[in-house]
């Protein structure tokens, strides 16, 4: 089967002892561990010298324009030695840190860590539009030191690229090449074993190895943060998508587990109780990881050029573009249970050995599990049109 849970070992103990013995407890374990999920803290530090692009880069990662409110100030004088945070959108505990250059306050390594708060960082990014220096290798050195990991990303790539275009023998692949290589041999020369460079351009996030990073990121963080960085990573690629698909689906089992332990309530033209709470908030959980709520479709609008009506036009499910409230929801569920096969009995035994609720109750999570799957499926499908249309406009997300 492909869809599983894919939960700590524990974890799954546990909710299935609960399922056996007490719905209650059951559905409380289910909505903890639901909503511990949601707000797992990641905490990035980003540094780097003056002008290296920084805050640049935070408003990127954020799916942010440079002029929209509440974004970092770019292209400014860094004056002040204070650490800037900044919330995701969608994910206020996703903070981006802004961190003064390392010059900026003149502090040695250590003292300059002490000073942005080094113990509450889940990883730290040193930015340079140009060669790494000896303030970026010893922050890299005391960071290691300290045992959490570090990233170089190379900034500008794009104008290195405009510059090189110019010469008659240009080949893209080689000049990117050279500026990887370039930097890593500074950076080894001044002692830094296998440094993980990534040649960015933070006004073209797809291009380049801005994927490379996040999947690097991905691999790194420890399991349960994965998600975390998954969907607050900009969505740059069908790639993403389909990974947030695929993590969605496994905790779609969770939900699954939780209607079959909560009350059941009748949906007029359902034969079958569903919980609508529980399906609102697993499509408003769907619909904002896709960036497919308003506020998030209007942000992609400025920020990509192509109009919030136009974004509109190519979304074809009813849950995206919208809020999602319970009428909503009980509307779709109507529409959707006339399709054909939406509560069809013999899926029934093939779900539910796998997280063991008791057969009684199965009936109303099986009719949540499809609405789910059909939800996450159509909502994929929207967040994928809704990237090529961007990507197919202007190529800058
Ligand atoms: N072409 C290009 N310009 C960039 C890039 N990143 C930043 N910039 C520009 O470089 C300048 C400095 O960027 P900023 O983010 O303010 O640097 P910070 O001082 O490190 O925060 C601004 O004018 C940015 O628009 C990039 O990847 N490509
Ligand atoms: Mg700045």
């Known amino acids: 089967m492909e869809d599983h849970i894919d939960l700590y070992p524990e974890v799954k103990q546990e909710l299935q002892e609960a399922l056996r013995n ?49 974004s970092a100030p770019t292209g400014v004088v860094e004056t002040t030695t204070e650490v800037a945070e900044y919330h995701h959108p969608r994910y206020p505990n996703v903070i981006l840190c802004d961190l003064p250059g390392i010059g900026t306050t003149k502090f040695p390594a250590d003292k300059y860590l002490k000073h942005v708060g080094f113990d509450t960082f889940d990883f730290f990014i040193i930015v340079s539009a140009t060669r790494f220096t000896e303030n970026d290798v010893k922050l890299a050195k005391e960071i290691k030191k300290k045992g959490k990991n570090f990233y170089f990303i190379r900034s500008k790539i794009g104008i290195d690229l405009d510059n ?8 893209e692949e080689t000049t990117l090449l050279r500026i990887r290589e370039n930097c890593v ?36 963080l420890p399991a349960h943060k994965r998600d975390v960085l998954l969907f607050a990573s900009p969505t740059i ?34 034969s079958i109780g569903v919980d609508l709470g529980l399906l609102v908030s697993a499509a408003t959980i769907y619909v904002v990881g896709f960036g497919l ?4 479709l209007k942000r992609l609008a400025a920020k ?12 074809m499910s009813p849950l995206a573009a919208v809020e999602i409230t319970s009428d909503l929801i009980k509307k779709v569920t109507f529409q959707l249970s ?55 406009v202007n190529p800058s997300l």
């Open 293 to 296: 709520d308003p506020p998030s």
């Open 164 to 171: 090189e275009r110019r010469k008659r023998d240009f080949n």
């Open 338 to 392: 006339t399709m054909a096969g939406l509560m069809a009995a013999e899926e029934v035994s093939r779900f539910i050995p796998i997280i063991g609720i008791p057969l009684s109750m199965s009936f109303s999570a099986v009719t949540t599990y499809k609405l789910l799957k059909l939800f996450l499926d159509m909502l994929a499908e929207d967040a994928l049109r809704v990237s090529e249309r961007v990507l197919s």
């Open 22 to 70: 007490n719905n209650e407890v059951a559905a409380a374990r289910i909505r903890e561990y639901l909503e511990r999920q949601n707000n797992i803290p990641l905490k990035i530090g980003i540094t780097g010298e003056v002008g290296s692009g920084k805050s640049t880069f935070v408003n990127a990662f954020r799916g942010m324009s440079d002029d929209e409110e509440g």
């Open 185 to 220: 041999q500074g950076l080894r020369q001044q002692g830094c074993e296998s440094p993980k460079v990534f040649l960015v351009s933070n006004f073209h996030l797809q291009l380049y190895d801005f994927s490379l990073l996040q999947e690097t990121l991905e691999k790194d």
């Open 304 to 315: 990509s050029g192509v109009s919030y009506e136009d974004l509109r036009a190519v979304i």
């Open 237 to 270: 690629s069908p790639e993403v998508i389909h990974r947030r698909k695929k993590a969605f689906k496994v905790k779609m089992w969770l939900f699954t587990a939780l209607s079959g332990v909560i009350a059941a309530v009748p949906v007029p033209g359902l």
